[in-house]
Nanobody
């Protein structure tokens, strides 16, 4: 079965950096758009970033544009989220997701990793 396993979360001071990883298994990695979402306490889950199946195209929410970078490594079946200049409002559980190429829905989700940014 498909598994997405996130890692790299933790506690960091404002202005610091973290890199999240998401290791995918049970799917043909090169056939999937990969994305990151986050959910803060008492808030709806929100889109953060996505990267196309071939790594050519990326898209970011306005709230993270210029600070976060999404990338993927086909050899490792892994997608990354480099987060710089972190702010307290970035505090959330971060989820990795997979969407089959040309599909509309994010069919597969990881269990999430907590990111806490202290002021």
């Amino acid at each position: 079965q498909v598994q997405l396993v996130e890692s790299g979360g933790g506690l960091v001071q404002a202005g610091g950096s973290l890199r999240l990883s998401c290791a995918a298994s049970g799917l043909t990695f090169s056939s999937y758009t990969m994305g990151w979402f986050r959910q803060a306490p008492d808030k709806e889950r929100e889109f953060v970033a996505r990267i196309s199946w071939n790594g050519v195209f990326t898209y970011y929410s306005d709230s993270v544009k210029g600070r976060f970078t999404i990338s993927r490594d086909a050899a490792k079946n892994t997608v990354y989220l480099q987060m710089n200049s972190l702010k307290p409002e970035d505090t959330a559980v971060y989820y990795c997701a997979a969407r089959r190429q040309f599909a509309n829905d994010w069919a597969h989700w990881g269990q999430g990793t907590q990111v806490t940014v202290s002021s």
